[in-house]
């Protein structure tokens, strides 16, 4: 697969909730590599589309490819597409009932991507990427939320997937926490992973993102490099938006 | 495995486990056995002696004129209106249970001629100063349902001006009568002498009104069975036996003659440890049956329950819909209405009998296995819907993110509802003794209606249950902690 591949290809896409429209035409490509960052205020529509690409939310219109297959086709097998992206949640939703370890191989286990002995192998080198080694016994409840959340890439990442999304990660977190977990996620970026992440840190998404996607009111506004959407806006939205938050 | 697939296979199962329990047929033996229904509560005539064995004029005749006729009886005491109504349904194949002759059940049954003569008389509370039906008037006076001595205070209700309120069996009759609450009671003759002779502390103030006889009723159809009877009762009479019977239980008419016949079939020591001590077997096989009843239904329940339960949290319309339908109805019916339904309703529907205990579970299945689908269901939805989110987003199906993932965090949540549920179960048995299941509540119910000792006895069976209840609680909190560490 060459770097033009477009992982993700998102064509005129329409989600209604009632009559509600949540999201109006977006059309979103993400190529193989490409770390692409979704900004803009709340209810702007960032989240659903990103659970729109791994099927989490169903589209209204239009057609949502992820490697060229159109996820809302039925002989689609959603779940074999959902073991190529990797999703990290806010609230990291960790398995309560379950080890760190458990945690981790539940889904290379349990889809027999490995046997038991190879899985927890590789959780362990996982676990240890995102500097938790010496957690892997213990229950999630024992954890902070920056280390709950490692977890939780951890975890994504034991299924090998091609895609990375990241739901406002660090929202949840205790200000000191956030760091650890943008550290890891930078990681990820050098290694040449593909990741569409919404966050609300600027600063972090100016350093990693190739390309910067502004929503506003459920459309993409305005997108670009970071260079060009941080420095040089060209819609009004946008300059306010930042304003906004770059001030704060 | 898929989810229709599961449906099929729980079917299946279920069916199959129905009829295992359901009683193979019998193989046709050369001496036809009928299957005759009889009152758990009307001594003289029918009552388990000490050793609950079914005794009384009714038993010993039937049997009796079985034997000169040439055929055999399985003698059921399900209670007087459920054998009534059991031979509507074709349940059974006749009822004998001091059932006097009236033209109202003569055109619905065949009525044999009579086999004890009987009036109505009205009976009060030793002491009390009513002694006549005139002085009934603006009194509440306590009746036994479907009687003829009942539809007989009915009948002068309007005339003498007193209210009536309606007893399942005569001991609660009688009872009603000594604590005060009516005035008076109506019974036929020899059944009310027999209570009295045998310590309930009521006086018979009237001469016997309406006089009838007592007959064997059948189904219309069933020309052979009811010639046997007539022509037995005719040998019998010939012969002496019907007198020798009739004396057996009622002496000749005294007190005395009537506590010496008692001795052959009640308690002699009438302290509470004498009474324990006499029916402690009898109570013992109750709770056993209880226990059995509790436990079949109980698995069945939890099965069914979790099932439907699971149906309701699928991703499918359809699926969903059956869930909620099936706790709608289920939990919505009383459970002495839906076990009256399936024992008496469903057979005159479908044609075949169905067994009491087969009834029994049933009912219990259908009742509990909604409540605990309701609560499946809800410990299901009270899981974060951000696990399974989670759960799916790495690709887990369906089925396997609810096994792994919600499930168990989900049981942690259901636990205390089944423990709830479970002893609710092990209660609600009790309301089975209507469709005449032989458990605990049912056994005391029989040991009163032969000693009349309804406080005793009644204490004992409470006593029992508060046991058995909080045994089970405590295995339960026991369960609940494993599974809470876990």
Known sequence: MTDTTYRVQMQDVYKDYGTNHVIKDVNLNVKNNEVVVLIGPSGAGKSTVLRMING????????????GADISQAHVDINHIREKIGMVFQHFNLFPHMTVLENVILAPVELKKADKAAATAEARQFLETVGLTEKADAMPASLSGGQQQR?????????????????????????????????????????????????????????????????????????????????????????????????? | ????????????????????????????????????????????????????????????????????????????????????????????????????????????????????????????????????????????????????????????????????????????????????????????SPVMQYAINTGMKLSIVTKPANPTGYGFATNKKNTALMAKFNAGLKKLKANGQYTKIVQKY?????????????????????????????????????????????????????????????????????????STTFIYIFRGLPLLVLALFIYTGVPSLIGTKVPAFVAGIITLTLNEGAYTAAFVKGGIEAVDVGQMEAARSLGLPFGKALRKVILPQGIRIMVPSFVNQFIITLKDTSILSIIGILELTQTGKIIIARNMEGFKIWTMVAIIYVVIITLLTWFSKWVQKKVQAS
Not at chain 2, 46 to 59: L, S, W
Not at chain 2, 132 to 147: F, N
Not at chain 2, 268 to 286: E, H, I, P, V, Y
């Open chain 2, 250 to 322: 009622l002496g000749t008419g005294s007190k005395k003659s009537q506590a010496a016949a008692n001795k052959k079939n009640q308690e002699t020591d009438r302290s509470f440890w004498g009474l324990l001590k006499a029916n402690w077997g009898t109570l013992m096989g109750g709770l056993q049956e209880t226990l059995l009843v509790t436990i079949v239904a109980i698995i069945f329940a939890t099965i069914v329950g979790i099932l439907i339960g699971l149906l309701g949290v699928l991703p499918n319309v359809f699926a969903r819909g059956i």
């Open chain 1, 56 to 67: 989490l939310e169903t589209t209204t219109k239009g057609h949502i490819l992820i490697d």
């Open chain 2, 1 to 188: 495995m898929h989810r229709k697939s599961y449906l099929t296979a729980f079917t299946t199962l279920f069916v199959a486990l129905l009829f295992t329990l359901w009683p193979a047929p019998t193989a046709q033996a050369a001496e036809k056995t009928y299957t005759i229904g009889t009152d758990v509560t009307y001594a003289p005539f029918e009552f388990a002696n000490e050793k609950n064995q079914y005794v009384g004029i009714d038993i010993d005749l039937m049997n009796a004129i079985a034997k000169v006729e040439g055929f055999k009886v399985n003698i059921k005491p399900v209670g007087f209106n459920a054998a009534v109504q059991a031979l509507e349904a074709g349940q059974i194949d006749g009822v004998i249970a001091g059932m006097s002759i009236t033209p109202e059940r003569q055109q619905k049954f065949l009525m044999s001629d009579p086999y004890y003569k009987v009036g109505v008389v009205m009976a009060v509370k030793q002491g009390s100063k009513i002694k006549s039906l005139k002085q009934l008037k603006g009194q509440r006076v306590a009746v036994k349902t479907g009687t003829a001595a009942g539809a007989y205070a009915l009948s002068v209700k309007d005339k003498y001006g007193f209210s009536t309120v309606t007893f399942d069996d005569s001991n609660n009759m009688y009872q009603d009568v000594t604590t005060g609450n009516s005035v008076a009671c109506f019974e036929d």
């Open chain 1, 151 to 248: 977890v939780a890439i951890a975890r994504a990442l034991a299924m090998h997937p091609d895609i990375m999304l990241f739901d406002e990660p660090t929202s949840a977190l205790d200000p000191e926490m956030v760091g650890d977990v943008l550290q890891v996620m930078r990681k990820l970026a050098q290694q040449g992973m593909t990741m569409v992440i919404v966050t609300h840190e600027m600063g972090f998404a100016k350093e990693v993102a190739d390309r910067v996607v502004f929503f506003d009111g459920g459309k993409i506004l305005e997108q670009g490099t970071p260079t060009e959407i941080f420095d040089h806006p060209q819609e009004e939205r946008t300059q306010a938006f930042l304003n906004k938050v770059l001030q704060a």
